[in-house]
């Protein structure tokens, strides 16, 4: 067994072999690559050819999707636990405004690096892998194994990190979401429902003869949007996440096109998105959407709805007394010196795809809020992920 004493001695020493200069570079390199859902695979190549030349094993382009793979390589450091680092390949499109920097420029400027992208999170992965180099430089005595897995579609339905983690088993994990260097347990879920709102078709000038769907899915919206749902929870649970499961309808599709011909709607479709907390059931929010239309159907009689569950995926919370949750606190300890809370997102991570079998935590540079024109990152925020990821890979692994 280390002492508390050695195992300082094995982060500090691990943490003096960090290349800062080479992580810098590398996170400006990764910003001048596009990679917009479903454009991943120059991303990938890049990422792929880092590990390659840095003499990572098992390197290859997971198959996942035409032409958006998972970057994919491991250290092997002999028996042991196997730990992962890994995130998404794939951004949100770009934002306009930009004036300080190009969004793909990679810029250096006053101390930050600009790019479209580098917080969610293109910065996490280079940190992450520059973090497993400086545990095999160090030379520190650890076992076992050290993956890297930088996955497509997260944006999409979380295809390449199903993929990852279907091929691949880990006894701990870090996703390197956003968190502003802070310690997070877990995220929130998604539920998509679709309401189509039912009237009656007629021609424009008959319209007394007509149901107007978009007209009672407006007044479902209405109800939906004033939504309060505030299931039971944990205390724990209420107090990382909060109190309500949010419910905002996001989407509305109804009518005809532009230019078509002169028709009242039959149909309104409303695509309610539903932000639950972990361990709040598809059932429950579903009570409470029915508590809504029965509501709107009472006012106007003439409502009628069908409701479709579109789209799954469940909350993350990771138990603090675990020891992925204790091992990333001992880790922020060693950066800082400093005991560091720990917080949970209102944003969906991969985790809802993998969470419920891989034992993981949440930990990245950059914050609130992103995908904004000029969005940039703080070499010390950068610097200091790789230290955190650093410690943690050398307590995880030390023999």
Same mark, same amino acid.
């Given at each position: 067994m280390w002492s508390v004493m050695e195992k300082s001695a094995a982060v500090a020493k691990a943490i003096a072999s960090i290349d800062t200069a080479r992580v810098v570079e590398l996170v400006r390199q990764v910003c001048r690559i596009p990679s917009v859902l479903g454009d991943e695979k120059a991303f990938a190549e890049y990422l792929f050819g880092v590990m390659k030349d840095s003499g990572f094993t098992d390197v290859h382009l997971q198959d996942?999707?035409?032409?958006?793979?998972?970057?994919v390589g491991e250290l092997d450091f002999g028996a042991?636990?196997?730990?992962?680092?890994?995130?998404?390949?794939?951004?949100?499109?770009?934002?306009? *405004?930009?004036?300080?920097?190009?969004?793909?420029?990679?810029?250096?400027?006053?101390?930050?690096?600009? *790019?479209?992208?580098?917080?969610?999170?293109?910065?996490?992965?280079?940190?992450?892998?520059?973090?497993?180099?400086a545990v095999r430089s160090s030379g520190v005595p650890v076992s076992g194994r050290l993956g890297f897995a930088g996955v497509s579609d997260h944006m999409g339905d979380q295809l390449g990190s199903i993929r990852y983690f279907d091929s691949y088993s880990a006894d701990l994990c870090v996703l390197g979401e956003l968190s502003d260097n802070e310690i997070y347990l877990g995220h929130r879920g998604r539920y998509y429902f679709d309401i189509t709102a039912q009237g009656l078709s007629?021609?424009?000038?008959?319209?007394?003869?007509?149901?107007?769907?978009?007209?009672?899915?407006?007044?479902?919206?209405?109800?939906?949007?004033?939504?309060?749902?505030t299931p039971e929870l944990e205390p724990w649970v209420r107090d990382l996440f909060g109190e309500e499961t949010y419910m905002a309808p996001g989407r509305v599709y109804g009518g005809l096109p532009p230019g078509g011909p002169s028709m009242i709607p039959d149909e309104c479709v409303i695509r309610l998105d539903c932000r639950p907390q972990p361990g709040v059931s598809v059932e429950t929010v579903r009570a409470e959407l029915d508590r809504c239309l029965d509501n709107v159907a009472r006012v106007d009689p003439r409502f009628r709805a069908r409701i479709e569950l579109?789209?799954?995926?469940? *909350?993350?919370?990771?138990?603090p007394e675990t020891t992925v949750v204790q091992t990333m606190v001992e880790a922020?300890?060693?950066?800082?010196?400093?005991?560091p809370p720990l917080k949970a997102a209102g944003w969906l991570g991969d985790t809802a795809s993998f969470g419920d079998k891989?034992?993981?935590?949440?930990?990245?540079?950059?914050?609130?809020?992103?995908?904004?024109?000029?969005?940039?990152?703080?070499?010390?925020?950068?610097?200091e992920a790789t230290q955190v990821y650093t410690a943690f890979a050398t307590l995880a692994l030390l023999s």
């Open positions: 996942v999707l035409p032409d958006r793979p998972n970057a042991g636990p196997r730990v992962v680092f890994t995130g998404h390949l794939d951004t949100k499109p770009v934002s306009i *405004g930009w004036t300080e920097a190009e969004p793909f420029s990679g810029d250096l400027i006053d101390g930050h690096v600009y *790019g479209h992208g580098i917080m969610d999170m293109k910065a996490a992965l280079v940190c992450q892998l520059v973090a497993a180099e007629a021609h424009t000038c008959h319209k007394p003869l007509a149901v107007n769907a978009n007209m009672l899915a407006a007044k479902a919206i209405i109800e939906l949007d004033a939504s309060r749902l579109a789209d799954v995926k469940s *909350g993350y919370v990771a138990d922020v300890r060693e950066v800082r010196g400093t005991e891989i034992p993981t935590v949440i930990f990245g540079p950059g914050g609130e809020p992103v995908y904004c024109p000029n969005e940039r990152l703080s070499v010390d925020d950068i610097v």
